[in-house]
């Protein structure tokens, strides 16, 4: 029965490419027509459980089975595999627009209430989780310059990963339009990469936060290389702690870490962030978000690898950034960087691979590159995008017009 659901499930989804699926009994079920652009893959399941699991939570059933190795991918990889199925149902599919019927409305609603929540108690933990895993694999995937593990900005001309995170620290720097002698703030610092990298190019103290231990000591010792921990300093703080400090900064930079707030705390943050800048202060918010209305974080990720994570729409981020009186000064929305950039970390992690599991295990290096995987089609197929977000408490704090960010 399972196996007749499963060539059914999978193929009212694989149109384009060809996806072959070898049953444990040897039956073949051969999905698709060949298409340029779309991948040819060929899996085999292990056993009779894995299309159960798949038909149950289609997510979550096939990332574990996968991670198991109940999973064999048998030609192609997982990068195509997802690519393959995503690539199928683009979020910008076409056609016409159906009014939801009232059960999917009240199911989506109970979905949305259920997401998650991320109360200060519960943030360490979770960032823990993913950051304090060890910097050794971080080194592997990332640029070995900035250690930004962010979407890249792949301006013209630029072709390696280095010079994309360097080109995204150069625009992120220009929208924050700093002046000599000011005191910028760098929620989630991550390694260090934009705190160091607005330290050496203009004159400015930086304070980078963040909740991971691992990332807090590479981060200090990143800035003593770089001969410029005289003007960042790094501390192991929430931003809801700083801002109760009563400390103001005159630019405020948070690349990466909103999508680990949560979203019943979108007001707490942006209430800390007002609080946090000077009346001409400005801030930029780098984030992973939606292109459609709010969604619900998937299984997988809640489960493996952002716990208490959650993408926001547009419109969920401004109202909340409304409510505080702060004003959106300029809005970019970013829509392949990050598919090209999360392409760059999959093709590091491969030439890893033996690295990586002797770090880990083989399950763990199956979890990740399915995680890379997924996330990449996200950005290439599914509703995910970037959004830099430029605010200021004051409408006379920047140029009136959009030069000064060349």
Known sequence: MSSSLIDRFLGSIVKQGRLTITMPSGERHELGTPAEGFPEVAIRFADNKVARDILLDPRLGAGEAYMDGRILIERGDVMQLVQLLRANKPWERGGLLKTPSPLSRLKNRAKFIASSFNQAASSKRNVAHHYDIGNDL?????????????CAYWAPGVETLAQAQEAKLAHIAAKLAVESGQRVLDIGCGWGGMAIYL??????KVLGITLSEEQLALARERAE???????VRFELVDYRDLAARGERFDRIVSVGMFEHVGRPQFET??????????????????TIGRFGRPGTTDAFTAKYIFPGGYIPALSETLAASEKMRLIHTDIETLR??????????????????????????????????????????AFESGGMCNYQIQYARSRHALPITRGYMA
Request: glycine residues 4%.
């Open 199 to 204: 330290a050496r190019h203009f004159d400015v």
């Open 138 to 150: 971080y080194r592997t995937m990332l640029d070995h310059e900035h250690m930004q593990y962010s």
């Open 225 to 231: 290389a770089a001969g410029v921990s005289d003007r």
């Open 269 to 286: 943050f942006f209430r800390a962030c007002a609080n946090l800048l000077t009346n001409e202060g400005v801030m930029l918010l780098h």
């Open 336 to 377: 392949l960087h990050y598919a090209r950039t999360l392409r760059a970390w999959y093709a590091n992690c491969e030439a890893h691979r033996s690295e990586i599991i002797a770090m880990f295990d083989e399950r763990f290096y199956r979890m990740w590159t399915f995680y890379l995987a997924g996330a990449t089609a």
